[in-house]
């Protein structure tokens, strides 16, 4: 079974720092984009930082200078370090991953995680 999960989330207060991991499991034959994206209650879902295989990266304005994504092909992993937390940073954060699974036809899938909830108190 493919799948992708989050761990590293919890409370923290205004200003200080999470460090969200992802890990790919299954039967994968290769990872193309990860990233990571939030949803806040009552809002839809937004991208907040993707990466590609080679390393190059985008990230949306809000969390630019204060988060990192990145990321280990060899562990199938990908990460978020989030310094400067403010409370509109809380959400649940989805792991996002395009993989290619064995005995697909060849095509990548995208594939979410389950979710961590970040919440930063003021």
């Known amino acids: 079974q493919v799948q992708l999960v989050e761990s590293g989330g919890g409370l923290v207060q205004a200003g200080g720092s999470l460090r969200l991991s992802c890990a790919a499991s299954?039967?994968?034959?290769?990872?193309?984009?990860m990233g990571w994206y939030r949803q806040a209650p009552g809002k839809q879902r937004e991208l907040v930082a993707t990466?590609?295989?080679?390393?190059?990266?985008n990230y949306a304005d809000s969390v630019k200078g204060r988060f990192t994504i990145s990321r280990d092909n060899a562990k199938k992993m990908v990460y978020l370090q989030m310094n400067s937390l403010k409370p509109e940073d809380t959400a649940v954060y989805y792991c996002?991953?395009?993989?290619?699974?064995?005995?697909?036809?060849?095509?990548?899938?995208?594939?979410w995680g389950q979710g961590t909830q970040i919440t930063v108190s003021s």
């Open positions: 990466i590609t295989t080679g390393g190059s990266t």
């Open positions: 996002n991953a395009d993989l290619l699974v064995r005995g697909s036809s060849g095509r990548y899938t995208n594939y």
């Open positions: 299954g039967s994968i034959f290769s990872i193309n984009a």
